[in-house]
Structure formats: C-alpha cells, structure tokens
C-alpha cells in the first residue's frame, strides 16, 4: 500500500493549535545558501532537491533494494535564521541563512543517495546537484503550529507559539547548528496564491 504522509502522519504535520510533538530520528536530502528566497538562487536549489528525491523514490518503488515500497514524496523543509540578526518586522531578506531539504523514508541509506545521485547527473545537468547532502537529525522534541497566509504575517503564529512557550515554561533551541526555526510547506508556494498558503512553523525545545 502507497505511503501518503498527509493521510498516515496527520499528527506529525497538521497541527492547527500550538502542539508538542516528539519527532524521532529522521533522515533528509539538504542543501544551504544565503540570501532573498524571492531570487534565482533559492529556486535553483529547489530544483536541485527535487530530481534527487524522485530517484530515490523510483529505486524504492521498482524494488532496487529489496520489496518494493511506494510513498508520496515528503514536502520541502527549510530551517531558517539570519546573519546580522534581524527578526521579524525589521527582518533582512538579504541575511537570511538557510538549509532547505526533503525528508526521506527510514530505510533511505548513504549509499541509497549515492547510487540516487549517480543516477540523476547521468540524465540532468545541475550545476549544484554536489552541494546536497544526506543528513540524519536526532530525535527531538519540538513545538509547531500551521501558519495559513502568506510568509510575511508569519510573524503572528510564531507570536502564538512565543506565548504559548512562556505558558509552559518550554525552553526554544537552535536546529542543526545555529537555525532559529523550521518551515514544512504543506502547499506549493510556486503554484498556491499567498493567502491560502498552509506552513507548518516549528520550534525545536530543549
């Protein structure tokens, strides 16, 4: 049976009200810039993902690495801060610093991901296709809410889930090194009108 995350993980990406969830081990195809995510360069790394995880995808479904398997490719990632610091309204597009990434199925290997990549500069020309990498996070615990609108007035969820952590008295860290947060873009952003954007914000805790 097909894998659909929106139908079998509801609890892990639909949380409409601040929720805590734990979040196991969890493997991802990754890659990092700087910069505007409204310029050339973010696109250009999306498009570099996305080759990558249908050729994972393909190997599993043809059952290159044992009983095939079938599953909806997971939405994109991307964790976020800035490097001079700004934040909210007066927040600097031109600083962000990013790592943008596809979450992968468990049984997803390093040599998976090599053979996927070996695969996919044989058939697309991809000048960044050897910036990607394959990471595996830790489990973790985090605090998450989805965001509906546009990417600008995300500020007033994350207000939501700052109040609901002073609450609790919950404690916010840094993701994979210095990120502040976590966006998972349950529609894309390419095709969806900003109004009806649905994201799901997280903030990993300590």
Same mark, same amino acid.
């Given at each position: 049976?097909?894998?659909?995350?929106?139908?079998?993980?509801?609890?892990?990406?639909?949380?409409?009200?601040?929720?805590?969830?734990?979040?196991?081990?969890?493997?991802?195809?990754?890659?990092?810039?700087?910069?505007?995510?409204?310029?050339?360069?973010?696109?250009?790394?999306?498009?570099?993902?996305?080759?990558?995880?249908?050729?994972?995808?393909?190997?599993?479904?043809?059952?290159?690495?044992?009983? +095939?398997?079938?599953? %909806?490719?997971?939405?994109? =990632?991307?964790?976020? !801060? *800035? #490097?001079?610091?700004?934040?909210?309204?007066? $927040?600097?597009?031109?600083?962000?610093?990013?790592?943008?990434?596809?979450?992968? +199925?468990?049984?997803? %290997?390093?040599?998976?991901? =090599?053979?996927?990549? !070996? *695969? #996919?500069?044989?058939?697309?020309?991809?000048? $960044?296709?050897?910036?990607?990498?394959?990471?595996?996070?830790?489990?973790?615990?985090?605090?998450?809410?989805?965001?509906?609108?546009?990417?600008?007035?995300?500020?007033? #969820?994350?207000?939501?889930?700052?109040?609901? $952590?002073?609450?609790?008295?919950?404690?916010?860290?840094?993701?994979?090194?210095?990120?502040?947060?976590?966006?998972?873009?349950?529609?894309?952003?390419?095709?969806?009108?900003?109004?009806?954007?649905?994201?799901?914000?997280?903030?990993?805790?300590?």
């Amino acid at each position: 049976m097909k894998h659909e995350w929106r139908k079998a993980e509801k609890l892990r990406y639909l949380s409409k009200q601040p929720t805590i969830v734990e979040l196991p081990e969890t493997k991802y195809l990754t890659i990092s810039s700087l910069g505007n995510p409204n310029e050339s360069p973010f696109q250009e790394r999306i498009q570099t993902l996305y080759p990558l995880a249908y050729a994972i995808r393909m190997a599993l479904k043809q059952g290159q690495y044992g009983e +095939p398997y079938e599953y %909806t490719v997971y939405p994109l =990632e991307g964790i976020w !801060t *800035t #490097t001079d610091g700004s934040r909210g309204e007066t $927040l600097n597009k031109d600083a962000l610093s990013y790592k943008i990434m596809i979450r992968q +199925p468990d049984q997803v %290997t390093l040599k998976m991901f =090599e053979n996927a990549l !070996t *695969t #996919t500069k044989s058939k697309k020309s991809l000048p $960044l296709i050897d910036q990607v990498q394959f990471e595996v996070v830790p489990a973790t615990r985090a605090l998450q809410m989805i965001h509906v609108g546009p990417f600008d007035s995300e500020g007033e #969820t994350f207000a939501k889930m700052t109040a609901y $952590l002073a609450e609790n008295n919950l404690t916010r860290t840094t993701i994979m090194g210095d990120y502040q947060h976590r966006e998972i873009y349950l529609s894309d952003f390419r095709r969806v009108a900003s109004e009806k954007l649905k994201t799901l914000l997280q903030y990993q805790l300590e």
